[in-house]
């Protein structure tokens, strides 16, 4: 497993993005409303097959070159498909699909 690493100002403006999609003022309120959100599953998020490919790779911390080498795949299609996973699933970054994902399975790693 590789590990990801997040620049602290790349993480400060996904967590903003986080809080203003929710209505948060802060993570305490971001983790409250967790509680109370409905539950997403890999089901009922919104994938067509080949975007849910992509999707598992990305949460393995791929680059979207890399993903397109292991799909066969050009990068500019790599980015069509998070444009789309992201419209879907009315989401504004990756981090916050992944999160909606997450969150469903409380923190498993598969």
């Known amino acids: 497993m590789q590990t990801l690493f997040i620049a602290k100002g790349t993480l400060?403006?996904?967590i903003s993005n986080i809080r203003l999609k929710l209505g948060a003022h802060c993570i305490r309120?971001?983790?409250?409303?967790?509680?109370?959100?409905?539950?997403?599953?890999?089901?009922?998020?919104r994938f067509s097959p080949r975007g849910q490919e992509v999707f598992l790779?990305?949460?393995e911390g791929m680059t979207n070159k890399?993903?397109?080498e292991c799909?066969?795949?050009g990068?500019?299609?790599v980015k069509r498909h998070k444009?789309?996973?992201l419209l879907q699933n009315n989401c504004v970054t990756m981090l916050e699909l992944i999160a909606k994902?997450?969150?469903?399975?409380?923190?498993?790693?598969?």
Do not use: C, F
């Open 12 to 14: 400060r403006w996904h």
């Open 29 to 45: 309120d971001i983790v409250r409303l967790q509680a109370i959100m409905p539950v997403h599953t890999m089901s009922t998020l």
């Open 57 to 59: 790779l990305i949460r």
């Open 66 to 68: 890399r993903i397109g």
């Open 71 to 73: 799909l066969g795949m």
């Open 75 to 77: 990068v500019n299609g």
């Open 83 to 85: 444009e789309k996973m």
């Open 101 to 110: 994902y997450h969150g469903a399975h409380g923190g498993e790693n598969g």
